[in-house]
């Protein structure tokens, strides 16, 4: 079977019916296994509160527009 009838295969409900060895893709990872493939299996947010305040605080003394935007 050519790369084009897999393809075929794989859009085309119909077509797939009568093509055997091709099931529909779907379900076949589970939601775990994605999370691990794509390396957010096991990741904890560690940003913590603090950090978040201070980049704020930075970015807002050193925004150009802040000084007009607090005068009006």
């Given at each position: 079977?050519?790369?084009?009838?897999?393809?075929e295969a794989l859009?085309n409900?119909?077509?797939?019916a009568?093509?055997?060895?091709?099931?529909?893709?779907a379900?076949?990872?589970?939601e775990q296994?994605?999370?691990?493939?794509?390396?957010?299996g096991d990741?904890?947010?560690?940003?913590?509160?603090?950090?978040?305040?201070?980049t704020?605080?930075?970015?807002?003394?050193?925004?150009?527009?802040?000084?007009c935007t607090?005068?009006?």
């Amino acid at each position: 079977m050519s790369n084009k009838e897999k393809a075929e295969a794989l859009r085309n409900p119909a077509y797939r019916a009568k093509v055997e060895g091709i099931d529909h893709p779907a379900g076949q990872v589970d939601e775990q296994e994605l999370k691990d493939i794509a390396g957010a299996g096991d990741t904890n947010p560690e940003t913590t509160p603090a950090c978040v305040t201070a980049t704020i605080t930075v970015s807002a003394a050193l925004c150009p527009t802040t000084k007009c935007t607090s005068k009006c």
